[in-house]
């Protein structure tokens, strides 16, 4: 988060991203972690990208100095502290010490189960959503040329 | 030693607050969307933990859920800076001024 | 009965599919039309019945029914001003439609979902479309703005969700809001419950624009098309409103109970903020934001209540609240086509200008302001009663019963800034007659219409929220009164 050139953290999240898609995969949840590779990794990473090189134009590489006052890194620091002490604090937490782990050949069938059966509406939902997005963007960013002309 | 659930959860608040320190801190809008996805995916992290140490796989549904809402979120976010940026040439949160009374 | 509520979003979005390719405001009325007939046959059909459905994740109950016919209604009148300001918009008017009709299929969901999970996703496609409504002004830099700054809080907000959502699966193992009830005890006790809950209602704080995260709200309502304002003023702030009563009564009643200092407090900032902004704007539009976020402290301060008798005041006063502001917005809309403006000097001599108009809008103010015989006079009746009433038990409610009268006050005055400049602002600046077109002036008759009725007769509404609140909160009662502390 303190790069200054924007390629360079660009990259930085999509490293982070894969670490975060190894993790998963740790943690027997292949399917997000494939998904988390296919959609951060491949898709957002390179939209990330793209953006970059479409609005750099003018920018000097090292751009200005980026960080603002204090309070930011405060009120963040604040939240980190908040929260990991809950999490070290909590009794509960370390009750729970894993169940033996899951089947993994069954994992990715049951979540597709639960997503055409009992999560049948959020779903839906989700296909109504990316249609907005979509027709929003373009409207967004394509419209422009028709208005120019 | 093996792993438990409160590293996890532990690094999913570092991320988190990584994540809110570029969102707060930095005056890009390109890293403030980084650090948004930042936030959105130490979200994940712990619910996939939460998931798999309770052995109930509704917090991966969850995650899909999210992740498909964070991707359809930065199509339209960039969208908009890329919008943005044709009509004032910046990508500067203090450039934002139209709005100020 | 779920087949019916499924066929009511399908209708919805059978809507869109039929009005998409085509691209004229004959649409617009089309729409309105289909939403109407929605809305008359579809509550019509599942009028007695109240159940869940998909696995739990989606509840129909007299408080979901009330929140779809408020949906709806503001959906038909949003379309019927679109249809008035089309000219303003320029290219892509049936997408405008279509992305209407999205958002309010997402606040139909919302005003059901009974899981986190379902909220969250409503909320998302509620709030991913208003992104691109706030932006659809393309040529004008201050709508672009108004969606950037959207954008950015509006995914904050959601990645706060997303942790508090987490914690709160990790914590309690499920994510329905039923089951949470029946656990909470248990939960009260666990500190990470409560960070979620605290993170979820964060993420909640920004869509109703209340105190600490109230940031986007002037600057968005500002810079985005008129329709889309008003839709986002009522809309989105409504939706946040219904997940907030199930979310806090439905799920944690007893949480809630010892949580409601924090909320009180919360409502007199978001109040007196709000109402201390409003005093000096030109801006019109800038003017109703600040006044938004007061409005906010006014419902959140029936929340605080955490009785019975708060609810059912929010939910009057949300009554209110939309037909007061649907008629200021379809005002706007109508003066804009002209103007193209919302600077107060605009409405300078409106009252000679368009005497119907001026007339409309003054009574839509002073319902806002909460003129007596109006509907907004009621609604802030019954919010100051039962702020009283539970002043009985704690003493710290007369205090904010007494800052909220003051919110009141101050509001009488900036409202009426605005009725001065109509009357009284000096000359026109120019001395046409503003032309109004059939659909603003159906949408026009129908806000004044209820502005008028709950003002007069309010016993059918409030018989309504009674019936709405009797679902969720009998427990929240019963568990809060003998406590007392």
Known sequence: MSLRNLVH????????????????????????????????????????????????????????????????????????????????????????????????????????????????????????????????????????????? | MTPGLNHYLVVSGLLFSLGLLGVLGRRNLLIIYMGLELMLNAGNLALVSFSRFNGNLNGQVMVFFTITVAAAEVAVGLALIVALYRKRQTAHVEDLTTLKF | MELAVGLLGLAVLLADLWIAPASRRILGWGAAAVLTCVLVFGLGSLAPQSGMGFSGLYVVDPLARFFKAFFLLSGVVVLLMTVEYADQLAVGLSEFFALTLFAVTGMLFAAS???????????????????????????????????????????????????????????????????????????????????????????????IAAFPFHGWAPDVYQGSPAPATALLAIGSKAAGFVLLLRLLFGAVPEITAEWHRLLGALAVLSLLYGSLCAIPQRSVKRLMGYSSIANAGYLLLGVAVVSPAGSVAVLYYLGAYCFAVLAVFTVLCVMMNSSDTDDMADFAGLGMRSPVLAGVMTLALASLAGVPPLAGFIGKFLILRAVIAAGATHPGYYGLAAVAVIGAVISLYYYFGIVRMMYWGGEPLERLAISVTPGAGIALLLCVAGIVYLGIAPNGLLQLSADAVAGIQPAAASAFKPTGH
């Open chain 1, 9 to 149: 953290s660009a990259l930085c999240l999509a490293v982070s991203l894969v670490g975060l898609a190894l993790i998963y995969l740790g943690l027997d949840a292949e399917f997000i972690g494939w998904i988390q590779i296919l959609v951060y990794v491949g898709a957002v990473s390179i939209l990330i990208v793209f953006a970059i090189l479409l609005t750099r134009g003018t920018e000097a590489p090292a751009g200005r100095i980026t960080f603002a006052p204090w309070s930011g890194l405060i009120i963040a620091g604040a939240v980190f502290a908040t929260l990991a002490w809950t999490v070290i604090k909590s009794k509960a937490l370390t009750e729970i010490t894993g169940n033996p782990s899951l089947d993994v050949s069954f994992v990715v069938k049951n979540i597709g189960g639960k997503l055409v059966a009992e999560y049948v509406l959020p779903l839906q939902v989700m296909g109504l959503l990316l249609t907005a997005a979509l027709i929003g963007a373009v409207i967004i960013a394509l419209h422009e040329r028709k208005g120019l002309k």
């Open chain 3, 113 to 207: 979902a009974n899981d986190l999970t379902m909220m969250f996703v409503s909320l998302e496609l509620i709030t991913v479309t208003f992104y691109v409504l706030n932006s659809f002004q393309r040529g004008k830099l201050a709508s672009i703005e108004a969606g950037v700054k959207y954008l950015i809080l509006g995914a904050l907000a959601s990645a706060f969700m997303v942790f508090g959502i987490a914690l709160i699966f990790g914590s309690a193992n499920t994510t329905q809001f039923s089951e949470l009830a029946l656990r909470q005890r248990e939960l009260s006790g666990s500190r990470i419950f409560l960070t979620g809950l605290t993170l979820v209602l964060v993420g909640l704080g920004f869509k």
